[in-house]
T-cell receptor, first 111, second 112 residues
């Protein structure tokens, strides 16, 4: 069974701090995605990475896909209260059209 | 752009009642999914439809049925609701290649 483990599960920081969230697996994924979910809403796609070692930046967010395509990280620089939410990683593998989901990291950024 | 539209947004059912959750997408996506999200359990796949005309079970299909009515619409039916089905239900769709999922706003279902 393919699993994606996210850490930490919860994170509470002050505005302006930096943070990194991790998504790890023993399985290889053809693509890996990060989503953010705000209370009362569905998850919203932030980024997709497909190449081992790939780094993508989205303003203050930096996403990295591991060289072996088994893990990924999300780094937020100078966090803001608007970054508060649940961050989910999801991996795609094979041709079965299903995603494997991590349980998420709940981030609270305090003013 | 509407994206993925789910109805209803909230529902309270009595044990044993039935209901259908509706989902429609306007992005011409081939694949559609139904998930449930529970605290500490993450997103769990109930059923999915890789393409029009096909449906397959996910991790937690028991107590549910689905219909892929056409390319746009994918409905989820609870034939006899149970308190264990109290959850937030999300419909999602994805394009053919990268399985990037686009979600609806969710249906908050309570079974009493």
């Amino acid at each position: 069974t393919q699993l994606l483990e996210q850490s930490p599960q919860f994170l509470s920081i002050q505005e302006g701090e930096n943070l990194t969230v991790y998504c790890n697996s023993s399985s290889v994924f053809s693509s890996l995605q990060w989503y953010r979910q705000e209370p009362g809403e569905g998850p919203v796609l932030l980024v997709t990475v497909v190449t081992g070692g790939e780094v993508k930046k989205l303003k203050r967010l930096t996403f990295q896909f591991g060289d072996a395509r088994k893990d990924s990280s999300l780094h937020i620089t100078a966090a803001q209260p608007g970054d508060t939410g649940l961050y989910l990683c999801a991996g795609g593998a094979g041709n079965n059209r299903k995603l494997i989901w991590g349980l998420g990291t709940s981030l609270a950024v305090n003013p | 752009n509407a994206g993925v539209t789910q109805t209803p947004k909230f529902q309270v059912l009595k044990t044993g009642q039935s209901m259908t959750l509706q989902c429609a997408q306007d992005m011409n996506h081939n694949s559609m999914y139904w998930y449930r999200q529970d605290p500490g359990m993450g997103l769990r796949l109930i059923y999915y439809s890789a393409s029009e005309g096909t449906t397959d079970k996910g991790e937690v299909p028991n107590g549910y049925n689905v219909s892929r009515l056409n390319k746009r619409e994918f409905s989820l039916r609870l034939e006899s609701a149970a308190p264990s089905q109290t959850s937030v239900y999300f419909c999602a769709s994805s394009s053919h290649q990268l399985i990037e999922a686009f979600f609806g706003q969710g249906t908050r279902l309570t079974v009493v």
